[in-house]
């Protein structure tokens, strides 16, 4: 079972930036082929995908975040980064990364989270 530690939330200024890090642990195949994706849960909403990184290094963003946040991957150190700027009040919320094989659909492997607080 991959494991994925998420770690770099906290409390930021809005117009601020934040690094969040996900290291993935257990892979049972070699992480680069594995896509990663970054997702997010702010107070009584449903789960909605930020980003996403293929194993052959393809990026997807949800609208909001286009232009703020930078995903990327380092598969020597099986890590993957949210790099966010410019952040607002409504990207508080709680980060999930979760990681899938290349061929599949679903993403079954998820992290435990981190929050990240935006104060206005």
């Known amino acids: 079972q991959v494991q994925l530690v998420e770690s770099g939330g906290g409390l930021v200024q809005a117009g601020g930036s934040r690094r969040l890090s996900c290291v993935a642990s257990?892979?049972?195949?070699?992480?680069?082929?594995?896509?990663i994706g970054w997702f997010r849960q702010a107070p009584g909403k449903d789960r909605e995908f930020v980003a996403s990184i293929s194993y052959g290094g393809i990026t997807v963003y949800t609208d909001s975040v286009k232009g703020r946040f930078t995903i990327s991957r380092d598969n020597a150190k099986n890590t993957v980064y949210l790099q966010m700027s410019s952040l607002k009040p409504e990207d508080t919320a709680v980060y999930y990364c979760?990681?899938?094989?290349?061929?599949?659909?679903?993403?079954?492997?998820w992290g435990q989270g981190t929050q990240v607080t935006v104060s206005s």
């Open positions: 257990r892979v049972t195949a070699t992480f680069s082929t594995y896509d």
């Open positions: 979760a990681a899938k094989n290349f061929f599949a659909r679903e993403w079954p492997h």
